[in-house]
């Protein structure tokens, strides 16, 4: 298979877009590729980390003077122009320059950032660009898109769906070929791969200073590690010296940077015992490399394998929860029973009352599994049952409300 591109609705969304844009998210979520394929513009710039320009399809180099005259000439000449990595230009006087020229004439702008502080320079209540420009959030890949797109660049859908996990984040699919399975193409490149991750997300808080980026990172890794309750988060942390106090109330402020920025996902716990949301990395892939990434820096090996795939599929779940939640117009949820085991999948209307619980199994479901879950899902009051398989259709038994293989995963909309 070549490179595939997934066909993202964001695209569609853009094209019809006509304000100024602050399009803003995490790093490597595709910003650049749907700005400057799907927004039609006469001029791009990128801001280095020096701050100089790399300017137009050939990236040429401009000091930041020449390059903000490039810029207002353009919009005074009411074109539009994409200024990526916007929240490194250093200077407020260039930005001041930028509002100027967008309130005289008729050009756009379209700005992208990857950090946290971008949203409040655009927004602060001084800022010269607030009441210029819509902020437009670039999430992961919708997985419905994702899943749609690797079946028709010619993958077999019981590959493509298990693929979703992986290929939410495009920047991937330009380092793995989506061939096989995904564990074992991650695997051979989890050292590299795992290495990778801290650079994706660093200048997301790289304006926050030294000690709060050790914080942020220190959450991310114990998120991959397994822990999703804020008391043991921050117990955790404060044992390393990270912050001043166990109390939960000690990381809330940076759980929601991180969920504003698209790192972390909290989901409604339901019936769970001690904790309201359960707490995970939004990104699949983010959240193995960083689990793979605690071998490579503490044991200076690989990953285990078998480690690595039981992982994958736990947050694959996720995925998956999303998609069906999508098709039925309701909300994920989790739930963890007191005896440990949770349901795989969990789907809840807006007043968080259960209405779906799945069972999910990445091999083949025989009929005494599909019984057993059927039974367990139920036995929890919970209104309708589905079963679902990676690898083929599930037999439908007796109290079963909907069964799903890969071609139907595959086909949802």
Not at 20 to 37: C, D, E, S, V
Not at 55 to 84: A, H, P, W
Not at 266 to 274: K, M
Not at 354 to 376: D, F, H, I, L, T
Request: with cysteine; proline share 5%.
């Amino acid at each position: 298979m070549s490179y595939c591109i997934i066909n993202r609705r964001e695209c569609r969304e853009l094209k019809e877009m006509n304000e100024p844009l602050l399009i803003y998210g995490r790093r490597k979520t595709g910003k650049t590729w749907l700005a400057k394929h799907c927004i039609k513009h006469e001029g791009y710039v990128l801001i280095t980390r020096e701050a100089t320009c790399l300017v137009g399809e050939d990236l040429y180099e401009q000091n930041l003077s020449d390059c903000m005259k490039y810029i207002t000439s353009l919009l005074s000449g009411n074109k539009t122009v994409i200024i990526d990595e916007f929240q490194r230009i250093p200077r407020k006087t260039w930005i001041d320059s930028i509002a100027h020229k967008l309130t005289e004439s008729n050009g756009r702008i379209v700005l992208l950032g990857s950090s946290l502080g971008v949203l409040e320079r655009v927004f602060a209540p001084h800022s010269p660009l607030l009441g210029l420009v819509e902020a437009y959030y670039v999430d992961l890949a919708d997985p419905r898109d994702t899943v749609k797109s690797l079946v028709n660049c010619g993958m077999d859908p019981s590959y493509a769906v298990r693929w979703i996990g992986l290929a939410r984040d495009p920047w991937i699919l330009g380092l793995l070929k989506p061939l096989g399975d995904p564990v074992d193409m991650l695997y051979n490149k989890a050292r590299h791969l795992a290495l990778i991750a801290p650079g994706l997300i660093g200048e997301v808080f790289a304006e926050e200073g030294r000690s709060p980026a050790r914080v942020y990172d220190a959450i991310l890794r114990l998120l991959a590690k397994g822990y999703w309750n804020t008391s043991q988060i921050a117990l955790s942390l404060y044992n390393n010296g990270l912050i001043d106090s166990p109390a939960q109330s000690a990381v809330t402020g940076y759980i929601r940077n991180l969920e504003r920025m698209g790192l972390v996902k909290g989901v409604r716990l339901w019936r769970t015992r001690g904790a309201r949301i359960y707490y995970r990395h939004r990104s699949t892939l983010l959240s193995v490399l960083y689990y793979a990434l605690e071998s490579v820096d503490e044991l200076g090996q690989e990953p285990n394998k078998d480690s690595l795939r039981s992982r994958y599929y736990v947050e694959l779940q996720f995925d998956l929860a999303e998609l069906l939640a999508y098709t039925k117009n309701l909300r994920p949820a989790y739930h963890i029973s007191p005896a440990g085991w949770d349901i795989d999948i969990l789907l809840v209307d807006r007043n968080g009352r259960p209405v779906w619980g799945y069972e999910v199994k990445s091999g083949p479901m025989n009929p005494a599994e599909a019984r057993r879950a059927v039974a367990r899902i139920r036995s929890l009051g919970i209104p309708k049952v589905g079963l679902l398989s990676l690898s083929d259709t599930p037999p439908s038994v007796n109290g079963a409300d909907e069964v799903l293989g890969p071609m139907d995963i595959a086909g949802l909309k």
